[in-house]
Every structure is written in C-alpha cells, then in structure tokens.
C-alpha cells in the first residue's frame, strides 16, 4: 500500500510525454572546388537558431575559397555567430593562419564547433593525444557575446594581448545570416570597430545575408548606415565580376570568383553585383517575396585609410 508521502510526491511528477524529447543531431555536407567533402553537424535544435546551415553561410564558403590568396591564406579570421561554424573550416582547410569561430556561449552550441574542429579531417593537426585542441590547430571554438570585451579572442591570435596593436588584429570577419538580429546591430557594430585590424593592414569584414522576412529588408540593411554614419568604416557591394579581374583567383582548378560553374554544384547561381540566388527558399511556408528568400547579398566593410 503506497505511503502519504508517496501520494504527495506523485502530485508534483511530470506527466509522460510532459517533456518534448531532444532532437537528434543532423549532419550537412559541403563540397569544396577540389573534390573534397567536409561535413558539419549541427545541434538538433536552439533558440538561437543554431540548428540550422544557413544560406549565406553555404555562399560565404565558397566566395572564401574561390578568394583564399587574398582573403585566407595566412590570415587570423574571426566568424561571428557561426552556428555549425562551415565558412570558418573551410577557410581553415584554405590555409588560414588562426581561425577563432564564435558563436553565443551557449554549451551546447561550443560543444558542437569544437566537435566540428575536432573531427574535420581537412584541417590539420585537429586533435591531440591529450584528448584536447593542439596549439597547432588553425581553429579554436570560443563563446563569445557581441559586444563585448575582445579580450577574449585576441588571446588566440597573441601570446601577449596586452602588446598586441592595432594593426595586428583579425584580417578578415566573417558575418554570415546575422542582420535579421535587429536589436544586436549596436553590439555587431562595436565588435566590428574592436576586432578588425587598423591600416596599414588591409583588413575586412564580409557581411552576407539573406533577406528571410524581405518586409523588413530595410531593417536588416540598416545595420550598414550604423556604419556609414560612425564616418571610419567603407562599405560597398562585393562585385565579383570585377573581383575576379583584379584578384586572384583560386589556384586549385582555375576557377574564379564570377564564374557560373563555381556556383553550380551548390545550386547557386551567381546574378551579378553582389548578390546569389539559391535554386530554393530556405523555409517553405513562409511569407513574402520568393526571390528574396532566396537571395544572398554580400558586402563588404573596410576601415578608411
């Protein structure tokens, strides 16, 4: 016969089913220009929208490779909400100096990166016999809240962050699906201004973004005029046509910047001025303009010399 207490005890159990059970990891795979596969796994869901690979994070991947002699190669990189963390590993495999890949410090959302680093077989050196990241690996996870003291990622880039100047900062940011944080433009914008190395280095942070609610498409580009009234920043439309005239372009295979077929195997089609278009919206149902739920704008931010 069950006890008083017992009966008091069952009132205050969760039901069965109470609960939603935890969703399963998915894992995404990406192509690089050389043949090879890199594949990310993502949390099965956050509120932080973690779970997903976004569009601009599929695009910025490959404009990294197909830009990797000017932008990565032997560079210290910085992503920004990076979420699985996918451009940060291939500009990683594309030889960058340092990669720090941030993300909220969310546990499970830097548990997830570091398990991505962890298990990236193209990037070297990603694990040690100490069960832990080796001081030779081109990438690091760290938590980090926009806007916040940048102490914290100048401590992978720098033995003494305290002697560490200006110049010698992170050379490129990456900023992929960010902007339709509205409320975080200030905190985006500080961190841009603490982070991106000062002239004579040529240094830049590459804003991609898709418009996925486009009835609030001059919101999202409103975190531009943050930039352009603080007066110190450039910022201007990626044009790869001309990008790929004036740079380099990628040694693998030949390809270049502004070529279709660069684009094709991701279901990208590359229209010119900045801007892609995804052969599907990322969500189905929902509402507004179709061909700008599909469409990737890239931009890029400069300080002025």
Same mark, same amino acid.
């Given at each position: 016969?069950?006890?008083?207490?017992?009966?008091?005890?069952?009132?205050?159990?969760?039901?069965?089913? #109470?609960?939603?059970?935890?969703?399963?990891?998915?894992?995404?795979?990406?192509?690089?220009?050389?043949?090879? &596969? /890199?594949?990310?796994?993502?949390?099965? &869901?956050?509120?932080?929208?973690?779970? &997903?690979?976004?569009?601009?994070?599929?695009?910025?991947?490959?404009?990294?490779?197909?830009?990797?002699?000017?932008?990565?190669?032997?560079?210290?990189?910085?992503?920004?909400? $990076?979420?699985?963390?996918?451009?940060?590993?291939?500009?990683?495999?594309?030889?960058?100096?340092?990669?720090?890949?941030? @993300?909220?410090?969310?546990?499970?959302?830097?548990?997830?990166? !570091?398990?991505?680093?962890?298990?990236? %077989?193209?990037?070297?050196?990603?694990?040690?016999?100490?069960?832990?990241?080796?001081?030779?690996?081109?990438?690091? $996870?760290?938590?980090? =809240?926009?806007?916040? @003291? %940048?102490?914290?990622?100048?401590?992978?880039?720098?033995?003494?962050? &305290? !002697?560490?100047?200006?110049?010698?900062? #992170?050379?490129?940011?990456? /900023?992929?699906? =960010?902007?339709?944080?509205?409320?975080?433009?200030?905190?985006?914008?500080?961190?841009?201004?603490?982070?991106? $190395? !000062?002239?004579?280095?040529? $240094? *830049?942070?590459?804003?991609?973004?898709?418009?996925?609610?486009?009835?609030?498409?001059?919101?999202?580009?409103?975190? #531009?005029?943050? /930039?352009?009234? +603080?007066?110190?920043?450039?910022?201007?439309?990626? +044009?790869?046509?001309?990008?790929?005239?004036?740079?380099?372009? /990628?040694?693998?295979?030949? %390809? !270049?910047?502004?070529?279709?077929?660069?684009?094709?195997?991701?279901?990208?089609?590359?229209?010119?001025?900045?801007?892609?278009?995804?052969?599907?919206?990322? #969500?189905?149902?929902?509402?507004?303009?179709?061909?700008?739920?599909?469409?990737?704008?890239?931009?890029?931010?400069? *300080?002025?010399?």
């Amino acid at each position: 016969m069950a006890s008083e207490e017992d009966d008091i005890s069952a009132l205050f159990e969760d039901p069965e089913g #109470f609960y939603e059970p935890s969703k399963p990891y998915t894992f995404k795979e990406y192509q690089m220009l050389c043949g090879r &596969h /890199l594949t990310v796994r993502l949390v099965g &869901h956050n509120p932080l929208w973690g779970h &997903h690979l976004w569009q601009a994070g599929i695009v910025i991947s490959r404009y990294l490779e197909l830009r990797r002699h000017d932008l990565v190669e032997g560079q210290t990189i910085l992503e920004l909400g $990076a979420g699985a963390g996918l451009p940060s590993l291939v500009a990683a495999y594309c030889g960058a100096k340092k990669v720090v890949i941030t @993300d909220y410090p969310d546990l499970e959302l830097i548990e997830n990166i !570091q398990h991505n680093i962890n298990n990236c %077989e193209l990037i070297e050196s990603p694990f040690n016999g100490a069960g832990t990241t080796s001081p030779t690996t081109p990438a690091v $996870a760290q938590g980090y =809240l926009w806007g916040s @003291d %940048e102490k914290m990622l100048f401590q992978h880039v720098s033995t003494d962050i &305290h !002697q560490l100047r200006p110049r010698d900062r #992170f050379n490129t940011l990456i /900023l992929a699906d =960010l902007l339709f944080n509205h409320s975080c433009h200030e905190s985006l914008f500080r961190t841009i201004e603490g982070t991106l $190395a !000062q002239p004579p280095t040529a $240094a *830049r942070a590459l804003v991609f973004f898709t418009p996925y609610r486009p009835w609030l498409l001059d919101k999202d580009l409103a975190f #531009f005029d943050l /930039l352009k009234k +603080d007066g110190r920043f450039e910022v201007r439309r990626i +044009d790869t046509e001309h990008s790929a005239q004036t740079q380099h372009p /990628l040694g693998d295979n030949g %390809e !270049q910047d502004g070529s279709q077929s660069a684009w094709a195997d991701l279901g990208v089609e590359y229209v010119g001025g900045g801007e892609w278009h995804m052969n599907k919206v990322m #969500f189905e149902d929902d509402r507004g303009d179709e061909r700008l739920r599909r469409t990737v704008f890239g931009y890029e931010i400069k *300080r002025k010399r």
